[in-house]
């Protein structure tokens, strides 16, 4: 895995992270497995999880982040918003027969309302660094 992805998501951004990894591993699994004794996550899947790590790392919502569907910033670029939608088309409904609780968990995010910004919300990023430099 590419040495930038591998810092720690904080609360709420990790889990939604185990979420989607397990909906990108389903599609995967469908879709891309040559060998299939043994699931091992393809090299474009294995970039894009990268991707949205790095997206949900970004999110000025931070923990207070909106569900993607409904945030209003889409920071996706096209290629992935597309790759995005594909897997979750996919995915999301299998989801809840493989990982129930995650699911539930996910539908009830996506009802939420979207918070709006203020200056107390703080992106994973910027608060990786805070703790870097307060050391
Ligand atoms: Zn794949």
Redesign the pocket.
Known sequence: MDKDTDFHLFGKLNTEFDTITAM?DL??LN???INTNKFQ??T???QFRAYVKQRLDRCPYGENKPSCKQCPIHCYKPQQKVNSQTIMRYSGPKMIVKHPIMAIRHLIHDKRSIPVINRDMISNYKRRKSLLNNK
Do not use: P
């Open positions: 990108i599609y995967c879709h891309h497995q996550r393809c474009n899947c294995e």
